[in-house]
């Protein structure tokens, strides 16, 4: 048993480059519960989880360059299980199979704020609220950034100049590759998760050539993965979806535009008014 665990580990270590292996606590009681734990957790040749039912440890293997430990267990949690760091929502515990509703144990959540020693002024807690709010914005404005660069992106090609729009997707791509995933709230962290690799590949090949045609190829289904970054992000302004229904043969495609009057960056100049907005986001 120990050659063939042994053997296991290796073949998960090969498969998953730059492997880093951690053993933590995840809570649960049975076979239904582990299923749904490595189910979770587990991510095809960048993180691999295997939980025991007997002992509630688990074992994380993952790509360290890609993932970390805190990514891996804000996904388990999200499927209704607790660790010592991240507590499941109460009501995805609450519909979990009564067989998996395993005991809670009493624990505070991870909180991205440092302990100081309390002081015996009364402004103490107001000063606490200033660095938590603080800590709050500037995870905000990692996603912020992203949304400002993409339209910067947009802008340019209404000017269909390709030399302007490599440059703007660029500075996209930089913001893309500055957010630091695991400070983004937990909704923003699943969307940012399923969206970051196409972002990050389009924003490349739009940077990379200066071809308007290739670059608007690559705008449409990187405005379908930032309309999704959008809708659960704290933008400080109104965004509209906007549609144009003569790109891609007459599939259409949409953007994003911080205004209502159309201005379409399928098409520039040729037809700068032709589309409509279909949603207001707030």
């Not at 499941?88 to 009493?106: E, F, K, M, S, T």
């Not at 259409?252 to 279909?278: D, F, H, I, R």
Request: charged residues 25%; contains cysteine; proline residues 2%.
């Amino acid at each position: 048993m120990v050659a063939a665990f042994v053997l296991l580990s290796i073949t998960i270590n090969a498969q998953i480059k730059n492997s880093k292996t951690e053993t933590v606590k995840i809570y649960g009681n049975c076979g239904m519960c582990e299923s749904k734990i490595e189910k979770a957790g587990s991510i095809k040749k960048i993180a691999k989880v295997d939980w025991n039912q007997e002992t509630k440890m688990a074992t994380l293997t993952y790509n360290s360059k890609k993932t970390n430990q805190d990514e891996i267990l804000k996904r388990i949690a999200l499927a209704g299980y607790d660790s010592d760091k991240f507590l499941a929502p109460d009501d995805v515990y609450n519909n979990l199979h009564g067989c998996c509703q395993y005991d809670r144990v009493a624990k505070v959540p991870v909180k991205e704020t440092t302990n100081t020693v309390a002081s015996n002024e009364d402004h103490s807690a107001h000063n606490n609220h200033n660095e938590v709010s603080a800590i709050e914005n500037q995870n905000d404005n990692q996603i912020k950034l992203v949304i400002d660069n993409y339209f910067l992106v947009k802008d340019a090609l209404i000017t269909s100049d390709g030399n302007a729009v490599t440059t703007a997707s660029k500075g996209l791509l930089a913001a893309i590759n500055n957010v630091k995933m695991e400070k983004l709230d937990m909704n923003v962290h699943m969307v940012w998760m399923k969206v970051v690799n196409q972002l990050k590949e389009d924003a490349e090949h739009i940077s990379d050539t200066k071809d308007v045609k290739h670059q608007r190829d690559h705008f449409v289904s990187l405005s379908a993965d930032m309309y999704a970054l959008i809708k659960v992000s704290k933008y400080e302004k109104p965004v509209y979806y906007q549609f144009c229904p003569m790109y891609n043969n007459g599939k259409g495609a949409n953007w994003l535009s911080q205004e209502n009057a159309v201005k379409n960056p399928y098409y520039g100049s040729m037809m700068l008014t032709c589309g409509k907005t279909v949603e207001t986001i707030k």
